[in-house]
């Protein structure tokens, strides 16, 4: 969308440590759980787009042996993200600890997230690092849990946070606090690879608890404290209901900065947006409209119901469809009208252009101000190589037309309805490829009589 996130960028250096190594049986899926998309971009992608927004300017994955692709993806949204393999699991402070070598260059803070939580947002991120410039050495990111089961509890005094509690290791009484952890956590660089360094698997599930940096820094008198944020924001990610649950709320937030930012969703819940759709200002999209990845819509454009638009540009004052398919390379230029039941794929329309009903254009190049007829369709395929059609501006293209690329017609150019056109066709020039019409006068009537005369024999 047009309006540009939050930089929260300080002059502080921040080193993002994603923990990605998460096997994800629970996916039941060939991939990495890390890499299932939500809005078109991996939970991965997600999670380095916030931490970068959140001014991180160093980056370590921790991802699990033999996993190319999770370090490509992770390339491919940070191009120097350092990626440090943990060869076994034993525990958050474990996985941590794996990026040791990006640590011990002492970025001012250090911020640890999962991969797999992917809807924690650029404004929480901004104030889990916040007290780490007020002194703190440690935060953690706590919420008030629906149900606490399974969670560390964050027990605090006051506005310190003392420790966290592991649910496996908790008493009954620890196990009734509801505020718990998210998980995620910001440490003083200065500290963090001797905290960390400290942690030890003496407890009930034998694991090197990332959450036991709280107790250790306090014990060597630093301070720790916790930020409060709703759950949605450390929704974790381990099904594909889970995953679901992800997409609804992303899709939410994506609505709401398509409102925000001045275009009309009639039916907002009906509308699925890619992560990185553009919507201007007073676009109207009306129900059940699904966006790809790569849309850009301009200003007062309209698209109609349920029209499905991928690696597209629509121009200012467009409209599109209902039932519109615009598939990658489409660039529809201003005012121009795209009607129902029409595909346009690698195709550039110019100002104005008329595409109104049952039509394909496939690699073309069409004019300003072109009328394509009902039916027309570009044959830019004959099995092995895809072919342009080239249409100048005016042309009229009549209805039902096949044009057999590779083929040009001429600006200001008539095409005759229902012609197959091989040849080229010269401006202002009149094609017609299609058999001589021949009238005969009196034969249906002539049939009736022979035809009623014969059956009543
Ligand atoms: C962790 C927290 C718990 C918190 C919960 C929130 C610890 C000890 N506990 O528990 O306080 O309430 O998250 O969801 O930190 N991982 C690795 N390598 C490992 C282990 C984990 O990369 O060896 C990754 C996982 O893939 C996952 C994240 O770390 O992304 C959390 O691990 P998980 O096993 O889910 O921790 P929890 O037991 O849920
Ligand atoms: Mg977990």
């Given at each position: 969308m047009t309006s540009s996130l939050t930089s929260h960028a300080s002059s502080r250096s921040c080193l993002?440590?994603?923990l990605a190594a998460g096997e994800g049986?629970?996916?039941?899926s060939d991939k990495p759980k890390v890499l299932h998309a939500i809005a078109n971009r991996s939970m991965l992608g997600h999670v380095l787009a916030s931490v970068t927004a959140a001014g991180a300017d160093q980056v370590a994955v921790v991802i699990g042996p033999d996993r190319d692709d999770v370090a490509k993806d992770a390339r491919r949204h940070f191009a120097d993200a350092?990626?440090?393999v943990q060869t076994e699991r034993l525990g958050t402070g474990h996985a941590v600890l794996s990026a040791k070598d990006a640590l011990a260059r002492k970025p001012d803070d250090v911020i640890v997230v999962y991969a797999d939580t992917p809807l924690v947002s650029v404004e929480t991120l901004?104030?889990?690092?916040a007290p780490l410039a007020a002194g703190a050495a440690v935060v953690s990111l706590g919420f008030e849990a629906r149900d606490p089961t399974g969670y560390g509890r964050l027990i605090l005094s006051g506005d310190q946070l003392l420790d966290i509690r592991e649910h496996k290791d908790a008493s009954e009484a620890e196990r009734q606090i509801r505020l718990c952890n998210g998980g995620l956590m910001a440490l003083r660089g200065d500290v963090a690879l001797s905290l960390l360094e400290k942690i030890d698997n003496k407890n009930a599930k034998s694991e090197f608890y990332l959450t036991d940096a709280v107790a250790i820094a306090r014990s060597l008198g630093h301070k720790a404290v916790a930020v409060t944020v709703p759950e949605e924001e450390v929704h974790?990610?381990?099904?594909r209901m889970q995953l679901a649950q992800a997409e609804a709320m992303i899709q939410q937030r994506l609505r709401e900065r398509a409102m925000a930012g001045g275009a009309t969703l009639v039916a907002p819940e009906t509308v699925f947006f890619s992560y990185d759709t553009k919507l201007g200002r007073d676009v109207v999209v009306e129900p059940n409209v699904v966006f790809g990845p790569e849309v850009t819509v301009e200003d007062g454009a309209v698209v109609h119901s349920f029209s499905h638009l991928e690696g597209t540009r629509v121009g200012a004052g467009a409209g599109i469809g209902p039932f519109a398919r615009l598939r990658p390379g489409a660039e529809i230029g201003q005012k121009a009208k795209i009607g129902n039941f029409?595909?346009?794929k690698n195709t550039q329309l110019g100002t104005g252009?008329?595409?109104s009903h049952l039509t394909y254009l496939g690699d073309a190049t069409v004019g300003a101000d072109v009328n394509i007829g009902a039916g027309a369709i570009t044959c830019n395929y004959d099995g092995f190589s895809k072919y342009r059609t080239e249409i100048g501006d005016g042309a009229f293209i009549g209805s039902n037309s096949s044009?057999?690329?590779p083929i040009r017609i001429g600006a200001g150019a008539f095409v005759g309805s229902g012609s197959v056109v091989t040849e080229n066709v010269p401006a202002d020039a009149l094609a017609l490829g299609r058999g001589r019409q021949v009238t005969k006068e009196e034969w249906a009537r002539n049939f009736r009589i022979k035809s009623q005369a014969a059956k009543s024999k």
């Open positions: 993002a440590v994603v049986t629970r996916m039941k350092q990626i440090f901004a104030q889990l690092r974790g990610v381990n099904d029409v595909e346009i252009a008329k595409v044009l057999v690329a």
